[in-house]
């Protein structure tokens, strides 16, 4: 019987390599850039089980330059929508993620943006750096602060969750969700709200809903203009769920007040998009589950998805 191969796609740490060589012949594209489309066409032929992260494309393509003998795709992300999820089911291919590992460290980048963005954190250090505090002044670089605020969620899954138990202590008033159905868990620390509702009544609102095609592009002028003029809007989940054309008209006709992105649609934002000179934006390159901690468990986690459906 042939060996089964296993590709890993990037350099994902030596620990999750160990693990799958102690069964597979392991292959991998020792590089922290990406793999080029070409390469990876040809160096999937064959193996059983890939193992991906969060910017490799896994289309139909990939899946038919690998082979029938292909029986695990394993994204090493808590979404899975860079994996075409219904063409692999289609073809018999397990398709594995790692939601759980990953959910508090983007929590906490939710919260950093939240933070960064309502006391105004980036314009702050812009003027240390460019030498332009001279003395302390009532009301220069003036934020608003969390006690008494109304916090609105899109999507209450685990990094909603962890958004809404990190949040809390900071003294806000309410927690206002939505979702595609009221979740039980939510009882105690956040209420259910029409997506409207949570649209209007938001001063800070986080989206933190998976990608899908209800929510692909949900968040659009219409849903911007529902939004509190001093409201801010903070996106930890996909770039793709935000219309960024209308969030860029929303932030310089004071639509909404400021905006804080962890994703972009694309990524990176090409050179000359008006979010990267927009003030009111802030924009991280993708760091929501970047502590060495969840990125070693989140490695280590999707060679042990790949083991299971190969065992
Ligand atoms: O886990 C994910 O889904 C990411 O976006 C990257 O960690």
Not at 172 to 181: A, C, F, K, P, T
Request: charge should be negative.
């Amino acid at each position: 019987m042939p060996e089964n191969r296993v590709y890993i796609t990037r350099q994902v740490g030596n620990e999750a390599i160990a693990l799958l060589e102690q069964k597979y012949k392991v292959e991998i594209w020792d590089s922290e850039e990406p793999i080029p489309k070409e390469t990876l066409l040809t160096a999937v032929g064959g193996i059983s089980g890939l193992f991906c992260t969060v910017s490799d494309i896994i289309d139909a393509g990939i899946l038919e330059a690998a082979g029938p003998q292909l029986k695990v795709v394993a994204t090493m992300s808590s979404g899975w929508d860079n994996v075409d999820v219904a063409e692999c089911r289609r073809r018999g291919i397990e398709v594995c993620k790692t939601p759980d590992i990953a959910a508090d460290a983007a929590a906490d980048i939710a919260v950093a943006l939240i933070l960064m963005t309502s006391r105004n954190i980036v314009q702050g250090i812009d003027a240390i750096r460019q030498n332009l505090f001279h003395c302390w002044k009532p009301f220069w670089l003036c934020g608003s602060g969390l006690i008494n605020k109304t916090i609105g969620i899109l999507g209450f899954g685990r990094v909603g969750f962890g958004i809404a138990r990190r949040i809390k202590p900071f003294g806000v008033e309410r927690i206002l969700y939505n979702d595609l159905e009221e979740i039980e868990y939510a009882e105690n620390c956040a209420q259910y709200v029409s997506l409207d509702t949570l649209f209007s009544s938001s001063d800070i609102l986080c989206i933190c809903c998976g990608v899908n095609s209800l929510t692909k592009g949900m968040v659009n002028s219409k849903l911007l203009q529902r939004m509190k003029r001093t409201s801010i809007l903070i996106n930890t989940s996909r770039g793709v769920v935000v219309n960024h054309d209308d969030l860029a008209e929303a932030l310089s006709d004071g639509t909404i007040a400021a905006a804080g992105l962890d994703v972009t649609d694309p990524e990176p934002l090409p050179v000359g998009h008006p979010l990267l000179t927009q003030p009111k934006c802030v924009i991280l390159p993708h760091m929501g589950t970047n502590t060495a901690e969840t990125r070693v468990a989140m490695s280590v986690n999707t060679a042990k998805n790949i083991l299971a459906v190969l065992n």
